[in-house]
């Protein structure tokens, strides 16, 4: 197992987490204005997965590279160059005045949010003092708290004034800036004694696979991730349109009932980490499909009132699934957590950019419920989960 020096070092993983609520605050804020994009610029709906797709394509393709990267070559200060292209794409979308320049910010705040991830979980990892599922669970937690905020944000803050008011947004980025030192300063202490005799044994896995055995885990793992994050994706991007759409919600009121939903995956993904340390991640990952699947089904064919039941229970079992699966992953792979975490993340990112592109181009030819009755029926694709292997471990 991959554990700190010391347990004292845990308290670095509240702050990468508190790190994680700011940059994926401010990645959430754009699909939060989409309503109002939409509505000051004229756009189609395709054009609404266009920007989806430049954000997280930006994100998903340089995430692998980055891990792969900092695997060899760890940089201590990778982070702070992450919150820089974030801070210049949210001054650009504060000032665009076109397409062109929505495309072009969506791309550099993507670009920072891909630089941010893969060091970050590594981080949440080498702080973990051994319970890296627990780590992984409140890095998460930060994020998914982040995103959740997004939409109430955009309501109280953006939706009453205009889009240039977005560049409030820079105050917690700011705050960011201020909290890396810390991270930094603990991060060059931890990488000094990386080469110690003690540090090496511990970067062996609990088990022991070939690497075709390996490769089709991983394989696996990512087409559970595809299987998620195609539909999470409709419901990241397209929530708030569903119920404007469907139940003549205003976008104020849209907010307010796509926050439920997000503060649900939230808790979900609070308990997804430890109960994947204690009870095994297969398990988890086993809860996660089989128990979303049926509620997922029904949601596009019940009232507002069982929307907003099926979104929050919905949303809780779905999170508890990533804090499980990359966790699985990096305990086969203790030596390569850099391109193991970006590869997940820009996986998923990737399959949401994608998915996004052409959810948007489906609802322009047909509608956005019908984007919902279609991709209800995507989370099945996570049955493969029944040939990943169970790695049994014990925390120490």
């Not at 204005?33 to 004229?42: M, R, Y």
């Not at 052409?358 to 029944?386: E, H, M, R």
């Amino acid at each position: 197992m991959l554990v700190s020096d010391s347990k004292s070092s845990f308290y670095i993983v509240y702050l990468i987490s508190f790190l994680h609520l700011i940059n994926d605050l401010i990645q959430a804020v754009i699909p939060s204005i989409f309503p109002l994009l939409k509505e000051n610029f004229q756009l189609s709906f395709g054009e609404i997965g266009l920007l989806t797709l430049a954000f997280q394509l930006s994100a998903s393709i340089l995430q692998p590279l980055i891990g792969y990267y900092t695997d060899k070559t760890p940089k201590v200060y990778l982070q702070i160059y992450g919150f820089v292209f974030t801070t210049f794409g949210v001054i650009l979308l504060s000032c665009a005045i076109n397409f062109i320049l929505l495309i072009a910010s969506c791309i550099i705040i993507g670009i920072g949010s891909a630089i941010f991830h893969p060091e970050s979980s590594r981080i949440a990892n080498l702080a973990s003092a051994g319970k890296i599922g627990v780590a992984q669970s409140i890095f998460q937690i930060g994020g998914n708290f982040g995103t959740a905020l997004a939409p109430i944000a955009v309501a109280f803050l953006i939706l009453p004034n205009s889009i240039q008011f977005i560049n409030i947004f820079i105050l917690p980025l700011i705050i960011a800036f201020f909290l890396l030192k810390k991270i930094t300063n603990w991060y060059k202490k931890y990488l000094e004694t990386k080469k110690t005799e003690k540090f090496s044994k511990q970067l062996k896995p609990y088990v022991s696979f070939s690497k075709r055995k390996l490769k089709f885990i991983i394989g696996i793992l990512l087409l559970i991730i595809f299987s998620k994050f195609i539909y999470a994706a409709c419901l990241s991007n397209y929530y708030s349109f569903y119920l404007i759409e469907k139940f003549k919600l205003t976008i104020e009121q849209s907010q307010t009932h796509f926050f439920l939903y997000l503060f649900s995956y939230m808790l979900g993904t609070t308990l997804g980490g430890p109960l994947g340390d204690k009870f095994g991640r297969l398990y988890v990952i086993w809860f996660s499909v089989f128990g979303a699947t049926p509620f997922i089904i029904c949601l596009p064919y019940v009232n507002l009132f069982y929307t907003d039941i099926l979104m929050v229970i919905i949303g809780f079992i779905m999170a508890s699934a990533f804090p499980a699966i990359l966790s699985y992953a990096q305990e086969l792979l203790p030596e390569k957590l850099g391109i193991i975490s970006g590869l997940f993340y820009g996986f998923a990112f990737g399959v949401a950019a994608i998915g996004s592109a052409l959810i948007g181009l489906i609802a322009d030819f047909k509608s956005i419920i019908f984007v919902y009755q279609l991709c209800s029926f995507f989370p099945l694709i996570g049955i493969v989960c029944f040939f990943l292997p169970n790695i049994t471990t014990k925390m120490e």
